[in-house]
């Protein structure tokens, strides 16, 4: 049996994105816990690097290029799409590790910023999925 293309690449999707994700928890850790970095503007740069990654992975990998749009253009409307997102993302995380803190301990240190970061993954991945495909494979049905 043959998955439909859309849940195919949907797949592929989040597989791709598991570099950056995997990459993007000890990033944060690393920014807040050992720099010193304020936990909003760790995350803003996390998410820089997460975007920077997954371009070239899911043109690569999950999408297929509309020939008529250069790569630049790809790139370009694939960064605004998920800075959109990414945004939304990013005030979604500030509000709630600045009011909704809880304790979470990982190796002695108070990490919930994380669990915050993990639940905007799962929060976020979707619509992503959607807009990326968009930015980079045009408007064919």
């Known amino acids: 049996m043959q998955l439909p293309d859309s849940i195919r690449k949907l797949v592929l999707f989040l597989a791709v994105g ?11 850790f690393l920014l807040v816990d050992r720099c010193g970095m304020p936990k909003t503007l760790a995350y803003a740069f996390v998410l820089v690097v997460q975007v920077n990654i997954n371009f070239p992975l899911c043109r ?10 250069s790569v ?6 694939f960064m605004g799409a998920v ?3 990414r945004g939304l993302d990013w005030v979604f995380y500030s509000f709630c590790v600045e009011a909704l803190r809880f304790p979470l301990v990982v190796a002695g240190r108070d990490c919930y910023y994380l669990a915050y970061q993990l639940a905007n993954v799962v929060v ?13 494979e045009g408007n064919k049905k």
């Open 18 to 28: 598991l570099p950056a994700f995997l990459a993007a928890f000890p990033l944060n």
């Open 60 to 69: 690569k990998f999950v999408f297929e290029p509309a020939p008529e749009k």
């Open 72 to 77: 630049w253009r790809q790139y370009g409307e």
């Open 83 to 85: 800075a959109a997102f």
């Open 124 to 136: 976020f991945s979707l619509a992503k999925f959607v807009f990326c495909r968009r930015a980079i």
